[in-house]
C-alpha cells in the first residue's frame, strides 16, 4: 500500500530534550516536506527537500532541522524544543514538486507536546 | 511571498445543499491550486485540484473553479451529505520557487443530516 509513516504518532516531551520525529515514504517520491498545523493557522510549511541531500526552508523554519540522506526518509530534527513547538505535524511526499502541480500524500500526523 | 486567504473559516449547511468556498491569492505566478480534505485525526487528502491553464473542473460533486483575472479560486460541493463535514484546505504553488506550497487557514464544513 502506498503510505507515508511518521513516527510517533503521539509524544510528549519536555523542554529542551532533543526529538526526532520520522518520515518514510514507500513510493518512491522525490519531494517530502514537513508542516505544522496549529488551530485557525492552516498549514504552514517548515522545511522542504527537492531530492536527496537537498533541503531548503519553508515559511516556519526556526528551531527545526532536517536531513534527507536517502529517498525515502525524511526526519524532522528539535533540536532544544520549546513550548511554542507544541503542535500537530504532517510529513509529506510528492514524486515531484508542488510547482510543477504534483499532487502531495500527506503523513498522518504527529501530536506534540513540549512542556 | 505568497499569501493564500480562506474564507468563510466556518461552514455549516443542510443536508442536500451546497457549499462553496473560497481562496484568494496573492502571487500571479502562482500555477497549481490544490483542496485537500482533513478529517478528524488523519492527514489532509487531496480531493480536487487546478492548473493555472484551466478555469474550470470537475468531479461528480464538487467541483473548482479559478479566475485568474481577480486571483481567486472557489471550491463547490453540490448534494452534500453528512460524509462531506471535514476541515477543507486551499493551497498555492508557483513554478519559479517549486518547493513551497502556501496553504489557506481551512474552512470547517458541517453539514446537518
Known sequence: EAQVTQNPRYLITVTGKKLTVTCSQNMNHEYMSWYRQDPGLGLRQIYYSMNVEVTDKGDVPEGYKVSRKEKRNFPLILESPSPNQTSLYFCASSHRAPGYTDTQYFGPGTRLTVL | ?113
Open chain 2, 1 to 113: 511571498g505568497e499569501n493564500v486567504e480562506q474564507h468563510p473559516s466556518t461552514l455549516s449547511v443542510q443536508e442536500g445543499d451546497s457549499a462553496v468556498i473560497k481562496c484568494t491569492y496573492s502571487d500571479s505566478a502562482s500555477n497549481y491550486f490544490p483542496w485537500y480534505k482533513q478529517e478528524l485525526g488523519k492527514g489532509p487528502q487531496l480531493i480536487i485540484d487546478i492548473r493555472s491553464n484551466v478555469g474550470e473542473k470537475k468531479d461528480q460533486r464538487i467541483a473548482v473553479t479559478l479566475n485568474k483575472t481577480a486571483k481567486h479560486f472557489s471550491l463547490h460541493i453540490t448534494e452534500t451529505q453528512p460524509e462531506d463535514s471535514a476541515v477543507y484546505f486551499c493551497a498555492a504553488s508557483w513554478l519559479t520557487n517549486a518547493g513551497k506550497s502556501t496553504f489557506g487557514d481551512g474552512t470547517t464544513l458541517t453539514v446537518k443530516p
